[in-house]
């Protein structure tokens, strides 16, 4: 199996990177960055996802 991780970097007011990672079969983007400057927008780095987590699963599958 071939597997490629690739980095993306941030942009506007994010700090950190997004990563690609690739296989034959998938395809993720992670984003690990975090809101910086005005106070509005750094808040957002403690609220709750914007998607409920217990539904992620593997191949497309939910979890639950």
Do not use: I, Y
Not at 13 to 35: K, P, Q, Y
Request: aromatic content about 4%.
């Amino acid at each position: 199996m071939s597997v490629e991780l690739t980095f993306l970097g941030a942009a506007g007011t994010v700090t950190g990177s997004r990563h690609l990672l690739e296989t034959d079969r998938a395809r993720v983007l992670l984003d690990c960055g975090l809101f910086q400057g005005l106070k509005a927008l750094r808040q957002r780095n403690w609220q709750d996802p914007p998607l409920d987590v217990r539904r992620l699963g593997h191949r497309g599958r939910s979890c639950q």
